[in-house]
């Protein structure tokens, strides 16, 4: 299972963060690659637009020069051949203004539509130029025939002047009407304006005439001609014929230049072809060319696009099956930590149980070992008892290594945090652990450094754990030599002190290679083992670890081969301000003696043997008491009779200590109900102890117990009857 947690998760981790990069990037190399090709697409397009949009402006400028040419031609000449070829050019240039309508991209449609309204009048004025031309040629030439016609008239009716009679003469009239443009602002023209204008003369006056005969009238008139209007009458023939001579070499002229200008505007526009053609034949080329490289790349983009599409499409299913499958063994491991959690809450249970189990028998073995120590007996009988005793504790230390390897493996470990005295912590250890030192002969030396009213804060029983478990392993594991106890203390701000811990041994020492793994479970040194001949369960190293790196310490260890080692931790305390509270509960064996003496107590056990060792403890201390064997039994004699303190064990037949507990406590009678309760158990879990205080019991004695707790927790428990209901371990 460490495998599945510890190294698959891991690389699919990373597999999954190279595939969404991979991903990402692919997305945006082809975002980037897209818009680069609909970038050059738009800007091809536009280029091949305004070659074709130049081309057609080029044929309209060519088709407007041949188109004014042909209608002043057509002015001077009258062939209809030119009016025809003048419709043709005026025929494609709308043609040619449509298409640039069609095609306009970049400019307005007004811009347009400008063009075309200019290009309509200029047709039209040119049209009314061609009618009043021909209109005053008309005139000019009717005018030349009447000249020439008068004077053969004259010849025949010329006689002397006294002989001159009155004659009939027919004058002809013709009135002109003018049609005149009104002044006004000059629009503001533009290329296409400008380039019209250029090419229309009579479109760029102020004022346009329009000269419409209107009609013809014929007079005839009775005058008198003398010699001097004959003068005057030559002089306006001749006159006439001046103007049509004139007309007429002006249109010779004319047509001359027109001609020459038709040729010239031909050259230059077969020029214009030929090199539009040779331009157009390139464009053309190259517009092929282009437009079949766009394609090509348009192709490759489409299949890179598929193919990157498909590529990317493999990746997102790879990462949703990685997902998927880190999911899946997330659940495996969740459902793996949840039958752990099972598994060790049922070791928890099982182990509890067999605690309980356990401690019930060695209650008596302890318990009355303890008392036939007390006996006078000869030097054999005591050494048996010693080895009962020894052994019990031995089997008592063993289950209680086990149990607090379970509880700080499952999380379930508490503290407790009370005052206590710290000199005396140590000495009571060293004075307890002086015994073993003595029996194995070497020097057991007491080098703590510590005032003897310092007051801390914290689990005085843990402490003790850990100075018990490393001094016993000290001499236990040093055959010759000596075992120093060091201790001292670090005072830090806020009431805080450091508590600093050293425990020196000249025993076997622990090899190098052995060092990084002395406080693991169940590690053992070899070596040691076989040189002392003494096994243990190798927890006692590991469960001292928990318990000060829980509490905010740490522990160290240097050693060398035989020479010996140097266990040392440091635990932070909180430092206490009152000293009282630390003494509390403590009494010499003349106050506990006095205190319970004649005391009435219910005594409910239901194992025989305990009932035994508890009457004994009992009587030895002369205390009344009263024997029940279930809780519906005790409960029938506390309704009969008044206790001081109810002494019960916790699981029993029937009725358990927790059920009679609440009855007492939900008695009607409120002085009675508010009896001390002291819990026997063999349960060390902190749940069911915490259990315990809120059914209602005052204190609790674990089993195995020795004869003073019991004394002592009566003894406080009477105490505690005069002042507010407390709760104490």
């Not at 031609?73 to 040619?96: A, E, H, M, Q």
């Not at 063994?329 to 930590?337: A, C, D, G, V």
């Not at 106050?591 to 403890?617: P, S």
């Not at 005790?634 to 009779?641: M, T, V």
Request: glycine share 4%.
């Amino acid at each position: 299972m460490k495998h599945i947690i510890g190294r698959t998760p891991i690389l699919r981790y990373g597999f999954i963060v190279l595939l969404i990069s991979i991903l990402i990037g692919g997305i945006l190399y082809l975002f980037t690659h897209n818009n680069k090709a609909q970038k050059l697409q738009i800007r091809v397009t536009k280029l091949i637009s305004v070659g074709e949009n130049n081309s057609l402006i080029d044929s309209c400028i060519i088709n407007l020069y041949s188109a004014d040419n042909y209608s002043r031609l057509y002015t001077i000449t009258g062939n209809k051949d030119y009016l025809t070829k003048f419709s043709d050019d005026v025929k494609r240039i709308n043609d040619v203004i449509d298409e640039l309508k069609l095609k306009q991209n970049s400019r307005s449609d007004s811009s347009v539509s400008k063009l075309k309204d200019l290009f309509n009048q200029k047709n039209i004025k040119t049209n009314d130029y061609i009618k009043l031309r021909m209109l005053t040629d008309s005139l000019i030439r009717y005018s030349v025939h009447i000249s020439y016609s008068q004077p053969e008239i004259e010849k025949e009716v010329i006689r002397p002047m006294e002989m001159i009679k009155p004659i009939q003469q027919t004058e002809h009239k013709v009135t002109i009407d003018t049609i005149g443009k009104q002044d006004g602002v000059k629009p503001k023209k533009k290329l296409f304006g400008r380039i019209i204008a250029a090419f229309s003369k009579n479109t760029t006056n102020d004022k346009h005439s329009m000269v419409i005969v209107k009609n013809v009238k014929e007079t005839t008139l009775v005058s008198n001609i003398n010699s001097e209007d004959k003068i005057t009458k030559q002089r306006e023939n001749n006159y006439y014929q001046a103007i049509n001579q004139a007309n007429n070499n002006l249109k010779k002229n004319e047509s001359q230049v027109l001609m020459i200008n038709n040729s010239l505007i031909r050259e230059i526009i077969n020029e214009l072809k030929h090199y539009k053609a040779i331009d157009q034949s390139y464009i053309d080329h190259n517009k092929e060319e282009l437009k079949e490289n766009i394609s090509d790349i348009s192709f490759e983009n489409k299949q890179i696009f598929t193919s990157a599409l498909i590529i990317l499409s493999a990746l997102a299913i790879l990462v949703f099956y990685n997902i998927w499958k880190i999911f899946s063994n997330e659940r495996k491991i969740l459902e793996y930590s949840e039958k752990t959690e099972q598994y060790a809450q049922s070791k928890s249970k099982f182990l509890a149980g067999m605690s309980h189990e356990i401690r019930t028998p060695l209650n008596s073995i302890i318990g009355f070992s303890e008392q036939l120590e007390q006996n006078n007996l000869h030097p054999a009988q005591k050494e048996q008892i010693n080895a009962i005793k020894n052994s019990s504790e031995m089997l008592l230390g063993l289950v209680n290594d086990i149990l607090d390897f379970t509880k700080y493996e499952t999380g379930k470990t508490t503290f407790e945090s009370s005052p206590f005295i710290v000199y005396k912590v140590f000495d009571e250890v060293f004075r307890t652990m002086q015994i073993q030192a003595s029996k194995k002969k070497i020097l057991f030396e007491n080098q703590v450094i510590i005032e003897k009213d310092i007051c801390c804060e914290g689990d005085s029983m843990r402490l003790k754990q850990v100075l018990m478990n490393l001094l016993g392993n000290a001499i236990k594991f040093t055959v010759n030599g000596s075992v120093t106890l060091n201790a001292s203390i670090e005072n830090k701000p806020k009431n805080i002190i450091i508590l600093k811990v050293g425990i020196e041994d000249s025993g076997l020492g622990i090899a190098k290679e052995d060092l990084p793994h002395i406080f693991e479970e169940f590690t053992q040194v070899g070596n040691a083992q076989k040189a002392t001949k003494q096994k243990g369960t190798g927890l006692g190293l590991a469960i001292c670890k928990k318990i000060i790196e829980l509490q905010g310490g740490s522990v160290s260890v240097s050693s060398e081969v035989a020479k010996g080692s140097v266990f040392s931790f440091t635990l932070p305390l909180k430092k206490c301000e009152s000293i009282k509270t630390s003494q509390a509960g403590f009494f010499s064996d003349e106050e506990l003696a006095e205190l319970v003496n004649n005391k009435r107590v219910l005594f409910v056990e239901d194992n025989q043997l305990n009932v035994l060792l508890g009457c004994t403890i009992l009587k030895k201390w002369k205390i009344n008491y009263d024997i029940a064997y279930n809780g519906i039994e005790a409960f029938d004699l506390f309704q009969k009779n008044n206790y001081d303190v109810v002494l019960t064990d916790v699981h029993m037949p029937e009725m358990d200590g927790l059920e009679l507990t609440q009855l007492i406590r939900s008695y009607d009678n409120a002085i009675k109900s508010n009896i001390q309760i002291i819990a026997l158990t063999a349960s060390v879990l902190e749940e069911e102890r915490d259990t315990f205080f809120k059914s209602g019991f005052n204190f609790i004695v674990l089993k195995p117990y020795r004869e003073k707790d019991l004394i002592e927790k009566i003894s406080l428990s009477i105490q505690s009857s005069m002042t507010p209901l407390s709760y104490a371990l």
